[in-house]
């Protein structure tokens, strides 16, 4: 996975315990309060500079738009 340190998307090794469908539990790699990134991260490489942004605004803006 990729989390986000100051402004640089930093690849880590994550081990993986219980999964249910598209849920699952890290035991090892993440902390609690990392931010993982969860969108554009099949494109991603490490220590590239990244920009976060409100994913719930830019959902709601963009269910307005198509409506």
């Given amino acids: 996975v990729y989390v986000v340190e100051d402004t640089l998307a ?3 090794r994550v081990k993986i315990g219980f999964s249910n469908g598209n849920r699952f539990e890290a035991l090892q790699g993440v902390n609690f309060g ?6 554009g991260q099949n494109t ?10 409100d994913v719930d605004s830019t959902l709601t803006m963009a269910l307005k738009e198509e409506s």
Avoid: A, N, T
């Fill in 34 to 39: 990392d931010q993982v990134v969860v969108v």
């Fill in 10 to 12: 930093v690849k880590r």
């Fill in 44 to 53: 991603l490489k490490d220590s590239v500079e990244v920009r976060i942004v």
